[in-house]
């Protein structure tokens, strides 16, 4: 079994969840979206959940070369499962 890390995000922010490469394995949407959520490996973006995204768990399993950020847009309640990698 792996285990991850995780993130709690509520509210509209930019997160820094981790500051070296990392494993993004998923996002869980708590609630539905109310605004825009992006994820970025440093500055560059690599997804976007488009607002009134039903609550869910979206899998990704992608390695970040950067770091992991999230943008939240509104006051969104999300949950993000990732690993700090070692390069």
Do not use: W
């Amino acid at each position: 079994m792996e285990y991850f890390n995780y993130n709690y995000i509520t509210g509209a922010a930019t997160t820094t969840v981790a500051a070296r490469p990392a494993f993004l394995h998923s996002i869980t949407l708590n609630e539905a979206t109310a605004g825009a959520i992006t994820i970025l490996d440093g500055a560059t973006t690599i997804g976007i959940i488009k607002a009134a995204t039903a609550a869910q768990t979206l899998t990704y399993d992608v390695c970040l070369k950067t770091s992991l950020v999230i943008t939240t847009a509104q006051a969104d309640d999300i949950t993000v499962s990732f690993k700090p990698l070692t390069i």
